[in-house]
């Protein structure tokens, strides 16, 4: 999950090299502070125990070339359109997969396959409504929420507990997502205090 949500450190790599927007120092310095907190969690060891950490990295580049791709369509097509050819193609290329390896579930697993549906679909109406409130700069950091409800859910269900080194990546990529954030505020916010003096 912690790799996962490296994907805005990514989406800003993409963007500048694809869409040729601008990048920040700060931004940089951001991103470099979180790829050595990846360090930190991933803890290559070219073994076969690192083969998740490398899915999970990866899953945190695709989902950011998703969202340079939606940025790029943004001026062009509508939200919904966008939404819906996304899901369907996520749909049409996974029916392969569910022909050839289709196993018959449990009813456990049904219920568990249901609760996942459920919990995505709430956590997606309810980001939906945060954004509709609030600037997505004061938004996004609050999806990083979800790397402690992760690791706490890690602990009480599965047993799982991070070592000192993993613990130690978590907060320095935190850190790092707080620190571009509020710099991407503050400096959004530089303009109107200039201009509101220079009226004064």
Not at 41 to 54: G, K, L, T, W, Y
Not at 91 to 110: C, D, K, N
Request: proline residues 4%; contains cysteine; hydrophobic residues 50%.
């Amino acid at each position: 999950d912690t790799l996962m949500k490296l994907n805005p450190f990514w989406t800003i790599l993409l963007s500048m090299i694809f869409l040729h927007e601008k990048i920040r120092k700060y931004q940089i310095t951001a991103m470099l502070v979180a790829i050595v907190g990846m360090l930190f969690v991933v803890q290559p060891q070219f073994s076969s125990e690192m083969i998740p950490a490398i899915v999970g990295l990866f899953s945190g580049i695709f989902a950011a070339s998703a969202y340079t791709c939606v940025r790029a369509l943004s001026t062009r097509e509508a939200p919904y359109t966008i939404v819906f050819y996304f899901s369907f193609f996520s749909i049409i290329a996974l029916i392969p997969f569910v022909i050839f390896t289709y196993v018959p579930m449990s009813g456990l697993q049904m219920i568990y396959l249901v609760g996942a549906g459920l919990s995505a679909a709430v956590g997606q109406i309810g980001i939906t409504l945060a954004y509709s409130f609030a600037p997505a700069k004061d938004i996004s950091i609050f999806t990083y929420a979800s790397i402690i409800f992760t690791a706490l859910m890690g602990i009480i269900i599965f047993g799982e507990s991070p070592d000192l080194y993993a613990t130690l990546g978590y907060v320095i990529i935190i850190s790092a997502s707080y620190y571009m954030f509020e710099k991407a505020r503050r400096q959004s916010r530089k303009p109107v205090q200039s201009s509101h003096r220079g009226g004064k």
